[in-house]
């Protein structure tokens, strides 16, 4: 019996086997290649190095770091590490460890107390003086890069926000040396009303377009922001309750932290809106402005109540 052959063996090309040579054909057509412009070129971050290894570019932070000088970043974690260990290392300034009683249970606020911190008399202003304060922290930072970055001399920003930050850290050092206020209420609304003060010394020295100027303006400003940070913490551990001191001190820093934010995004608004770059010095000096009618308004009720 003879068997019929295999499909495909011993019949002539049809159809299916032009079909694929014109597939064939159409694939081996050359394809003209794209014109690339050059790009001038970049100088490449140490960081680059790093996450050349297989498998590190997975990693979020791997593209901020690559934009980070080597220099810098160095710089700031040993600052870091020497200060978080010389803070740990100070025991005689540590406040007493409070036992906590038997049981699972928090300590339980004595009869007419209040529950929480938040409703505590005195220590909402106190938050939203902090508040008021992280927005001039955070605004004044993107305000001068701003500025800087107007007039032509970029480089200087990092000096400039350095130079504020050494008066901070420089009156917040002699603070330390001063003795305890015996109204400690009254010190912290002169610190206030000193940092609304010279914070107004910004936007003028901006407005002469002279860095010098605004050098000196941001270290003398910057003098004034340590004293509000130490004497409210230290009415925020005064005011709160022993067994909710880690709560109060939470939500100061959160008010702090929420005031940076905010006033990174109004003072990064500012820059892209307002006339001109110098006119951005506004908002931290308003921020300032309403950290003192926020505590004078607390002072002045408190001394209505006494």
């Not at 290894?53 to 974690?77: E, H, K, N, Y």
């Not at 107007?150 to 350095?162: D, E, M, Q, T, V």
């Not at 005064?238 to 905010?262: D, F, H, K, Q, Y």
């Amino acid at each position: 019996m003879r068997q019929s052959p295999r499909p495909g063996v011993g019949r002539p090309p049809g159809r299916t086997a032009t079909v694929a040579d014109m597939i064939l054909l159409l694939a081996a057509r050359p394809v003209t290649p794209r014109t690339a412009h050059p790009r001038p070129a970049r100088r490449r971050s140490p960081y680059a190095r790093i996450f050349t290894a297989p498998g590190t570019r997975a990693f979020a932070a791997a593209g901020l770091l690559a934009r980070l000088p080597m220099g810098m970043l160095g710089v700031s974690a040993v600052l870091m590490i020497a200060g978080v260990l010389l803070f740990a290392a100070q025991r005689r300034t540590e406040p007493p460890a409070v036992p906590r009683p038997s049981g699972r249970t928090l300590p339980q606020p004595p009869a007419g107390g209040t529950p929480t911190p938040l409703r505590i008399r005195g220590l909402p202003p106190l938050l939203l003086t902090f508040l008021a304060t992280g927005a001039v922290f955070g605004s004044l930072e993107v305000v001068t890069i701003a500025y800087v970055d107007a007039h032509g001399f970029r480089p200087a920003a990092g000096a400039l926000l350095a130079l504020q930050a050494a008066g901070s850290g420089a009156t917040g050092l002699l603070l330390g040396l001063l003795p305890a206020a015996a109204r400690p209420a009254r010190r912290f609304l002169g610190c206030v009303a000193a940092m609304a003060a010279l914070l107004t010394l910004p936007p003028a020295a901006a407005a002469t377009g002279a860095p010098v100027l605004l050098a000196a303006a941001l270290l003398t400003a910057g003098t004034a922001t340590a004293p509000v940070m130490v004497t409210g913490m230290g009415l925020v551990q005064s005011r709160t309750p022993a067994g909710r001191l880690n709560e109060g001190m939470t939500l100061a820093v959160t008010a702090l932290l929420t005031g940076i934010a905010a006033g990174s995004a109004t003072g990064g608004w500012a820059a892209e809106h307002l006339p001109s770059s110098a006119a951005g010095y506004a908002v931290p000096a308003a921020a300032a402005a309403l950290a003192l009618a926020i505590t004078a308004a607390a002072a002045a009720a408190a001394a209505r109540r006494s």
